[in-house]
């Protein structure tokens, strides 16, 4: 018998759509910058760098446009002892945070993220490498989810 994790057979909790509000706005900014940059040294002939500069612009462009799929790449569940938390479209991250190695849950809200009402989730745990980051959470939901993996971190390390 395999004690193999079948990811085919997780049915994924997903974070809110707003997330990708809150991607656009954030990767819209850097590319208005690289674009006033761009403009610049054209203005001043300087034209390797604008040359590095507008791949990098166009680089972000197409980020804008892949943000969308990338949100919607990021779920996770609780599990009866851990969190299984995934992201990512061409290279996929799946980690498993026990409950009892948590150590500290974070929430951060970002001007951007808190006008959308959303939150993310910081988990640190006792191997640091394995820090997770849960975003696009509504506020609610991520203090409610705060409160039970707490308590659920704490009766794991209680039993240990």
Same mark, same amino acid.
């Given at each position: ?6 990811? *085919?057979?997780? =049915?994924?909790?997903?974070?809110? &759509?707003?997330?990708? /509000?809150?991607?656009?706005? =954030?990767?819209? +900014? ?8 761009? @403009? ?6 300087? /034209? ?20 969308? %799929? ?9 599990? $009866?002892?851990?969190?299984?938390? %995934? ?10 945070? &026990? ?9 951060? #809200?970002?001007? +951007? ?5 959303? =939150?993310?989730?910081?988990?640190? @745990? ?8 849960? &975003? ?5 939901? *991520? $203090?409610?989810?705060? $409160? ?6 704490? =009766? #794991? #390390?209680?039993?240990?």
């Amino acid at each position: 018998m395999s004690n193999r994790l079948e990811l *085919a057979d997780v =049915s994924w909790r997903r974070v809110s &759509p707003k997330l990708v /509000w809150v991607e656009l706005t =954030s990767a819209a +900014i850097v590319v208005i910058v690289m674009l006033a940059i761009c @403009t610049g040294l054209w203005l001043l002939k300087l /034209w390797i760098p604008l040359a590095i500069l507008a791949v990098f612009a166009l680089g972000s462009i197409v980020q804008l446009a892949v943000i969308p %799929r990338r949100v919607r790449s990021i779920g996770y569940q609780l599990r $009866d002892d851990d969190l299984l938390f %995934r992201r990512g479209i061409m290279w996929q991250r799946f980690v498993a945070v &026990p409950y009892g190695r948590m150590q500290l849950i974070d929430i951060n #809200r970002g001007p +951007i993220a808190r006008a959308l009402g959303l =939150s993310e989730l910081k988990f640190v @745990t006792a191997a640091a490498a394995a820090g997770v980051t849960l &975003p696009g959470l509504r506020a609610e939901d *991520a $203090d409610e989810l705060r $409160d039970r993996l707490v308590a659920l971190a704490e =009766s #794991r #390390r209680a039993g240990l």
